[in-house]
Antibody, heavy 122, light 106 residues
Framework: QAQLVESGGGVVQPGRSLSLSCAAS????????MHWVRQAPGKGLEWVAV????????YYADSVKGRFTISRDKSGNTLDLQMNSLRVEDTAVYYC???????????????WGQGTLVTVSS | IVMTQSPATLSVSPGERATLSCRAS??????LAWYHQKPGQAPRLLIY???TRATGIPASFSGSGSGTEFTLTISSLQSEDFAVYYC?????????FGQGTKVEIK
């Protein structure tokens, strides 16, 4: 059974940085594209970023492009999201999720972590 | 691509049928997924490829459509099905979600 566990959330001032991690287990991490999706309090889902199974391809939402960086560590089975120049509007629960189909960058996301809350506030 | 879901809220009695709609601002072929989310929980994948049920999803859930018009049908609502439902297109970057349909107990 696949499992994803996010960590690294917290309270941070606008303009500062924060790094999130997602520990993966129960599946062959190196075969799956991985996504970050966020959800502002009381709002809907917003896609943030994706990285391919081998790390060679990355895409970002326009709202975070140039500020956030997605990466993955094959040996440690971890997915990371480096968030710089944080804004109040980045406040959200951040979820990591895996693509259901092996090798694919896009597709249904079949396993999600429990989420980690990032609050950007002065 | 803008995904528009309707209605915003659907009031249904247990055992009744629910039909949710999702419209894309341009064609997404069959690259569409449906999720539901209960309060305090992560979303759960229900349907991908517009009509393929994800692992463990009961046959009471069915998806249809292609191009710009999609439908999720729940044939007989159970108590655990009352939740917020989202559609998501993965045909084009950036991936986009609909705003959600809340299915509540009538």
């Amino acid at each position: 059974q696949a499992q994803l566990v996010e960590s690294g959330g917290g309270v941070v001032q606008p303009g500062r940085s924060l790094s999130l991690s997602c520990a993966a287990s129960g599946f062959t991490f190196s075969r799956h594209g991985m996504h970050w999706v966020r959800q502002a309090p009381g709002k809907g889902l917003e896609w943030v970023a994706v990285i391919s199974y081998d790390g060679s391809n990355k895409y970002y939402a326009d709202s975070v492009k140039g500020r956030f960086t997605i990466s993955r560590d094959k040996s440690g089975n971890t997915l990371d999201l480096q968030m710089n120049s944080l804004r109040v509007e980045d406040t959200a629960v951040y979820y990591c999720a895996k693509v259901a189909v092996e090798w694919e960058l896009r597709g249904g996301l079949d396993y999600w972590g429990q989420g980690t809350l990032v609050t950007v506030s002065s | 691509i803008v995904m528009t879901q309707s209605p915003a809220t659907l009031s249904v009695s247990p055992g009744e049928r629910a039909t949710l709609s999702c419209r894309a601002s341009q064609s997404v072929s069959s690259n569409l997924a449906w999720y539901h989310q209960k309060p305090g929980q992560a979303p759960r994948l229900l349907i991908y490829g517009a009509s393929t049920r994800a692992t463990g999803i009961p046959a009471s859930f069915s998806g249809s459509g292609s191009g710009t018009e999609f439908t999720l049908t729940i044939s007989s609502l159970q108590s655990e099905d009352f939740a917020v439902y989202y559609c998501q297109q993965y045909n084009n970057w950036p991936l986009t979600f609909g705003q959600g349909t809340k299915v509540e107990i009538k």
